[in-house]
């Protein structure tokens, strides 16, 4: 018997998952996002479809424009004189959605906004977290 929540392989005899601490209502096979057992192959994921992933993107890129416009706004009247407003307008237009898309990908969330709104998560190929390095190594491949 497997977790339902997390995929753990359980003892019959377990009241809560020791992995997630989640209540033990288990499930005869592992889910598709378990991790698969040492030494097989790895469990096949369920992938998201293009239309999914481009609301996803269209939501984050939204959530991108309205905070950096803000920013902009606020840095180019309100803290920096006109001078210095371009260089900084164009390091925040640059870094903010590198920022956004490596730190949410590779938080507890595994996800950005839009790609939360529209139920997808991002992960390795057993189904776990990916790490800070990985995530800003996937967002410079998009580029």
């Not at 592992?30 to 293009?50: C, I, R, T």
């Not at 903010?96 to 998560?121: C, D, W």
Request: one cysteine or more.
């Amino acid at each position: 018997m497997y977790c339902s929540n997390c995929g753990k392989q359980l003892n019959t005899d377990q009241k809560f998952c020791a992995e997630c601490g989640s209540k033990a209502n288990a499930t005869v096979s592992p889910p598709l996002h378990a991790a698969s057992p040492p030494g097989h192959a790895p469990l096949a994921l369920p992938y998201a479809g293009f239309w999914r992933r481009f609301l996803g993107w269209l939501i984050d890129y939204f959530i991108s424009v309205i905070t950096i416009a803000a920013i902009v706004i606020l840095v180019s009247t309100q803290i920096l004189g006109k001078s210095a407003a371009g260089s900084a307008i164009t390091i925040i237009y640059f870094l903010f959605p590198l920022l956004y898309v490596v730190l949410m990908e590779s938080s507890r969330l595994q996800a950005t906004l839009g790609k939360l709104a529209v139920g997808i998560k991002v992960s390795d190929i057993a189904g776990n977290r990916i790490s800070v390095a990985r995530a800003l190594g996937r967002f410079l491949a998009q580029i």
